[in-house]
């Protein structure tokens, strides 16, 4: 069940007269009626903003609204936003300029439940010709730690897939954990890396036991690359998302499509995981799994709507699981809200200051929602009024630690990302030069190991004018780790012997 709180969408409260109802309305349609502003996220918010009104100006609607209010002991959201501006002020200038913004995420300590979020998890097992050996020995180790750590309460269903995919475990509650771990032991590598059929049986036996009580999610596991599928596997995606269902991908190896599975798991507010050597796949998967079964709310959405002069250029998710995000479709996916952990996002604006008045300034409106877990089931939803100062003077306030450190983390991710741009694109000086700073930057962080995998591809560019498989990813995912302060295992992961694969 969910209450809305239309009140709070017009910006008000309970005591609000009639004449202050019309006015948050004709200031809603101003910023963000379809009419005026184009942005993606506006017609979603104008129309909350509709379905508020509708109700609050009608005086018989809103006597019988009002008496539904007054009983609800507490409308508080359980999850808290915090906002850092990197400029909270502004001197106006006769040019655009750029605005990041960082909203912190957090479940409020009296609203987290000690229990366990029950789990509807299907793993997706590759297990091509290429996974033989080591590899798809240690994902039936992770597989069997899975099965133990699970809750008795919690369903798993397990799905392999080479040239066809078939059901190792259909999906169940963990009653016979000893079969369970038998099943996974038969599997057996050859053949192809039919993916599309791996997900499309996978996300079937999700749906058997899918509800909003459950977090409803499938892990991928590859060590290869899927051909002349890829557009079907990300319309399964996209069909996932739409039925609260997510996705998060765990590569081994160099041989699969990392920009593939990023698109693939982001659709759902997933997560993806570059693992180097197949005897950490446990660690991986413990941890995904873990996280999981803390969340505080699932399914979660969020929509951004900037006003007028504003533009919208990127998104990027720093925590927990850091990745761009696609805004062009809103809602825009965020997955699960951790009840231990924070989730932050950064935006990136560009702002049109040339004919803004002096004075505050509303930049736009976030909103996120999603369902609660637990007994105390329902649909929560945060929104935030952005607002700096437009201001005559000269601005020399320093920008909040907060929004520094995640920005400086962040640069050395698009270091890379530019290196790689710069390699598509054919300017090989540029890349050359985007991977040395990078290695500088990374020394200065004290992470020696990713500065030297960037100086052996600054290398490895200039003689052969091409990144290695490898070095692309230890970059793109150990950089990524960095901003969420995840360092420990990734750089295990660069330093482990590699032996036995």
């Known amino acids: 069940m969910s209450f809305v709180d239309h009140y709070s969408t017009l910006g008000l409260t309970s005591e609000a007269s009639d004449s202050d109802i019309k006015s948050a309305y004709r200031l809603a ?4 009626h379809p009419d005026v502003n184009k942005s993606p996220g506006a017609n979603i918010i104008f129309g909350e903003f509709n379905a508020a009104y509708e109700i609050l100006a009608d005086p018989t609607k809103r006597q019988l609204y009002d008496q539904e209010y007054k009983k609800i002991d507490d409308l508080s959201p359980g999850i808290h936003m915090q906002v850092f501006f990197s400029r909270p002020r502004i001197k106006r200038l006769g040019q655009q300029q750029l605005l990041y913004v960082l909203a912190k995420l957090q479940p409020r300590l009296e609203k987290i439940s000690d229990s366990h979020a029950p789990l509807n998890l299907c793993i997706v097992v590759d297990r091509s010709k290429s996974m033989q050996g080591s590899r798809l020995r240690h994902v039936k180790q992770a597989a069997h730690a899975i099965i133990d ?3 008795d ?7 392999s897939f080479s040239d066809r995919a078939e059901v190792v475990i259909s999906p169940q509650r963990m009653r016979d954990r000893r079969n369970m771990k038998a099943r996974v032991s038969s599997l057996r590598a050859d053949g192809s890396t039919a993916m599309y059929e791996g997900l499309d049986l996978g996300l079937s036996q999700v749906e058997r036991y899918r509800s909003t009580q459950y977090v409803n999610h499938l892990i991928l596991i590859t060590d290869g690359r899927t051909y002349l599928d890829e557009d079907k596997c990300l319309g399964l995606a996209d069909d996932a998302r739409m039925r609260g269902v997510g996705i998060s ?3 081994i190896g160099q041989d699969w499509n990392d920009q593939f599975l990023d698109d693939l798991t982001s659709r759902t507010g997933g997560a993806s995981a570059y ?3 197949g005897h950490t796949v446990t660690k991986f998967l413990h941890n995904h799994v873990k996280r999981l079964a803390t969340a505080y709310a699932e399914r979660s959405q969020l929509v951004v709507a900037p006003t007028k002069g504003v533009e919208l250029k990127e998104i990027t998710r720093i925590a927990p699981d850091p990745a761009r995000l696609s805004f062009e479709k809103q809602p825009i996916a965020l997955g699960t809200i951790d009840s231990a952990a924070t989730t932050a996002v950064v935006f990136k604006f560009l702002i049109d200051t040339t004919a803004v008045e ?3 300034f509303h930049l736009g409106r976030l909103q996120v929602s999603g369902d609660v877990l637990g007994r105390d089931q329902r649909v929560e939803r945060i929104v935030e009024d952005l607002t700096i100062e437009i201001t005559g003077d000269d601005v020399t306030d320093e920008p909040p630690p907060e929004i520094i450190d ?3 983390k962040l640069r050395l991710y698009q270091l890379q990302e530019n290196a790689r741009e710069a390699v598509d694109n054919g300017d090989f000086e540029e890349a ?3 991977l040395n700073y990078l290695a500088t930057r990374l020394l200065e962080e004290g992470q020696e190991g990713l500065a030297q995998a960037a100086l052996h591809e600054a290398r490895m560019v200039k003689q052969t004018q091409a990144l290695s498989d490898e070095g692309t990813k230890a970059l793109k995912y150990g950089t990524r780790a960095l901003i969420n302060l995840e360092t420990e295992l990734f750089t295990n992961l660069l330093t482990e012997e590699a032996s036995d694969d």
């Open 153 to 159: 309460n919690d369903v798993i269903s397990i799905v």
């Open 275 to 277: 693992i180097s050597t």
């Open 358 to 360: 002096y004075g505050d």
């Open 432 to 434: 050359t030069r985007q």
């Open 29 to 32: 349609a101003r910023r963000f």
């Open 249 to 251: 991908g765990m590569g």
């Open 406 to 408: 995640a920005l400086s």
């Open 149 to 151: 750590d699970l809750d």
